[in-house]
């Protein structure tokens, strides 16, 4: 388990520590797009599919993303303001979180049915880790079928690792959306969401820890790492260390270093501008529009509910 600051960035930065990589499968299933995409890749692969990722963000402009995202999140306050319900509740985690960023991210990557994607991708980001149980693997299959079938023609690594885009923003995001109107929704006006954001994610990152597998043998804090021995990278220690964040477990925006929620080095987060901006359209109108309705949940995805003011 590693969770110093500077040992996080030198493991994430050494070709020596590698991620585990995905076996091969048939097309199709949740562990052929594991297998596809550039994340779960080994090395000599990794590179060419990260590109196809990237190539698919180098056609989204964030602050495009960020826009609709603020237009999505009016639209849907707007329908429990009108509800007759008595609907001055909003449940941030459901309505908005899970859904605003997918839906927005869906369209633009061309799905024929970005709002029946959200329910697929997030059954295939619930199993897309190593662990998941047999039921969840099964509708997780089933998902990245349909998914497939939404998606517009392109060569099968091509679309796996478009939708991979999809799928790690799933969680990702919305575990940055949650923890932003958590900790910030009483937070002074005068504070940018941007800045707000920022310190959220060092504070309470959505992606907690990330595993490499030592390819040759190094030492780590003059400790010898052996070949095969895996290492658990915790971002949300690493994002405490008080040798790189005075008063660590304190909430200060526009801290000088910056957090390792999306990682560094060759497989760092590619999405980074574009999660931030669709978490800042989502959480921007919430600051503006709402309060929060009662005591906050402490670990999301739990129902975290606002009020319409």
Known sequence: MV??????VSLLTDPRCVVPPAEEAPEGGLAW????????SPPDRHAARRAVGVAALDTLDPRELRVIAERLTGR??????????????????????????????????????PAAAVAEVTAVAAAYHPGAGPAAVRRADRAVAALLAMSPPAPAEVTANRLGLLV????????????????????????????????????????????????????????P??????LLLRFDAANRDPAVFPEPDRFRAGRANAALTFGAGPRG?????????????VVGVLRRRCRPGGPTPDVPPTPLEVILR
């Open 3 to 8: 969770t110093r600051y500077a040992d996080v």
């Open 33 to 40: 797009l594991r297998a596809s995409v550039s994340r779960f």
């Open 76 to 113: 849907i306050l707007d329908r429990a303001a009108s509800a007759d319900n008595g609907g001055d509740r909003v449940d941030v985690t459901g309505d908005l979180a899970r859904r605003v960023p997918l839906v927005v991210l869906a369209e633009r990557l061309g799905l024929a049915d």
């Open 168 to 223: 790690q923003a799933a969680d990702a995001t919305a575990g940055l959306i949650v923890a932003a109107v958590r900790h910030g929704l009483d937070a002074p006006d005068g504070l940018e969401t941007d800045a707000l954001l920022a310190e959220v994610l060092r504070l309470d990152p959505p992606v907690r820890v990330t595993r490499r597998v030592a390819a040759d043998p190094l030492t780590l804090d003059g400790q």
């Open 225 to 230: 790492v052996r070949v095969g021995e895996r």
């Open 269 to 281: 987060c590619p999405g980074q501008r574009h999660a931030l901006a669709l978490a800042a359209g």
